[in-house]
C-alpha cells in the first residue's frame, strides 16, 4: 500500500532491498545452518551507511529517525531476521548513549557506530531479571575515578562480536530500581570476558552470549546520564527500539507471504493450483490483512517515536505486541499452506516459523507488553 514515502525514504527502501536480494537471499541457509555471525553483510551495510540512519549528522549519521531505520530492518527481516536482529541489535546498545549520553561520550562514540566500524549491543538481561528488569544484581562500586564492575548478563544480541556495550548495573542496592546505573563498556577491557555462544531456535546466524565481568574497572566517565538513572536509561531506550522489534516481525511476515503466494500458484492438487482453492485464499487473504495492519501501527508507532510523543511507550508496546504476534501466526500458517514441503528445510519457511518466536520474547515478552498497555489504560481513565 501507498506510504506517502518521501524520495529519501524510497532510496532507502530499494538500497537495503537491494543488498538484502542479492547478499543476504543467497546465504541465508548456509547462515542458518552454521549459525555464522554475518559479518560480510554487516560491512556490506556498513559501507551503505546504513547503521548511521538515525544517528545526527554531526555525529556521523545521515540525519533521519526511528521511522527510516525501521524502514530498513522492515526490509532486511523479509530475507533473515537472523542478519537483521543483529544490524539493530547494534541501535539498541547505540540508544542510551543517543539519548542521554554526555556531549564528549556522543563525540567518541556514535561516529564509530554510525559509519558501521564497530557495533554496538544493550546489556540488562540477567539469569534472574528477564522480564523483572528491576531485579538486576550486577554491581558498580565506584573506587575513586573509577567504576568496578561484577556480575553476569546473559542472552546479550551481539554480545562477543560488538565493541562498545551499554550495560546497567546496580550502584546504590538500597534504592531498588532507582539504585540502577548505566555505563559504556569497551570489549577487551580488563576483566570483561564473554560466555558460550547461544545455540538456540531460531535466529542462528545472530550471536547471544552471556557477558561476564569480574572486577572489570571503567573510568567514572563511562557513566550515561548520572547515578539512579539506569533503569529510566533502559525504559526509555526499549520505547525507541521496540517499533524495530515491530518492524522485524512485519518484515518477516511478509517475506512469509510473498513465499506462500509463489508456492501457492505453483502447487497443483485436483488438478488446479491451490492458490484457486478458496481455503487457501482465505488463509492469504487474513494474512496479507494483518500483515497491512501490523505495518500500519508499526509506521505510527516509528513516527510516534521520533515525536517524542507522551504516548510512545504506550504505542510502542501497541506495535511489538501486534506485529510480532502476526509474525507467529503467519509463518505458522505459511507452514500449514506448504503441507509437508514447508516442514523441511528445503523451504525457507521452516526457518521463518522458528525465528519468529523471539520476537514475542526479546526486548520484553509480549506478556509484558500486555501490562504497559493495560497500565497506560489505568492511567488514562483515571486522568479522565
Not at 95 to 113: A, F, H, R, T, V
Not at 292 to 299: G, I, P
Not at 364 to 380: A, C, D, P, S, W
Request: with cysteine; proline share 3%; charged share 25%.
Amino acid at each position: 500500500m501507498e506510504y506517502g514515502f518521501t524520495d529519501e525514504q524510497k532510496e532507502i527502501v530499494e538500497l537495503t532491498r537491494k543488498i538484502a536480494k542479492e547478499k543476504i537471499l543467497p546465504v541465508r541457509a548456509e547462515l542458518d545452518e552454521t549459525e555464522t555471525f554475518p559479518w560480510d553483510i554487516m560491512n556490506i551495510l556498513a559501507e551503505a551507511g546504513l547503521f548511521g540512519i538515525y544517528i545526527p549528522e554531526q555525529y556521523g549519521g545521515l540525519d533521519f529517525g526511528n521511522y527510516e531505520n525501521c524502514l530498513a530492518v522492515e526490509e532486511l527481516s523479509r530475507y533473515c531476521i537472523g542478519v537483521s536482529v543483529s544490524f539493530a541489535a547494534s541501535g539498541l546498545g547505540c540508544y542510551p548513549i543517543l539519548l542521554y549520553g554526555s556531549e564528549d561520550q556522543k563525540k567518541k562514540y556514535l561516529p564509530l557506530i554510525a559509519s558501521g566500524k564497530k557495533l554496538a549491543a544493550f546489556g540488562i538481561t540477567e539469569s534472574s531479571a528477564g522480564s523483572d528488569a528491576a531485579s538486576i544484581r550486577m554491581t558498580a562500586v565506584k573506587e575513586g575515578n573509577e567504576y568496578v564492575l561484577n556480575g553476569v548478563k546473559q542472552w546479550i544480541t551481539n554480545g562477543g562480536e560488538a565493541e562498545i556495550y551499554s550495560v546497567v548495573a546496580i550502584t546504590n542496592k538500597s534504592k531498588g530500581p532507582r539504585g540502577a546505573s548505566a555505563f559504556i563498556v569497551e570489549k577487551d577491557t580488563p576483566g570483561f570476558t564473554f560466555g558460550k555462544k547461544e545455540k538456540k531456535l531460531g535466529i542462528r546466524a545472530s550471536a547471544t552470549r552471556e557477558l561476564v565481568f569480574e572486577d572489570c574497572r571503567i573510568p567514572a566517565e563511562n557513566l550515561i546520564a548520572k547515578e539512579g538513572m539506569g533503569f529510566i536509561v533502559a525504559m526509555k531506550t526499549f520505547d525507541q527500539t521496540r517499533p524495530g522489534i515491530a518492524a522485524q516481525g512485519v518484515g518477516l511476515a511478509q517475506g512469509a507471504l510473498d513465499a506462500a503466494v509463489e508456492y501457492a500458484r505453483e502447487r497443483v492438487t485436483f488438478g488446479k493450483p491451490i492458490i484457486s482453492h478458496q481455503a487457501v485464499q482465505h488463509m492469504l487473504a487474513d494474512m496479507a490483512t494483518q500483515i497491512e495492519a501490523a505495518r500500519a501501527l508499526m509506521y505510527l508507532s516509528a513516527r510516534t517515536a521520533d515525536a517524542r510523543s507522551k504516548d510512545l511507550p504506550k504505542v510502542s508496546a501497541m506495535s511489538k505486541l501486534f506485529s510480532t504476534d502476526v509474525a507467529m501466526k503467519v509463518t505458522t500458517d505459511v507452514v500449514q499452506i506448504f503441507g509437508g514441503y514447508g516442514y523441511t528445510r528445503d523451504y525457507p519457511v521452516e526457518k521463518m516459523m522458528r525465528d519468529a518466536k523471539i520476537l514475542q520474547i526479546y526486548e520484553g515478552t509480549n506478556q509484558i507488553q500486555r501490562n504497559v498497555i493495560g497500565q497506560y489504560l489505568i492511567k488514562e481513565s483515571a486522568s479522565k
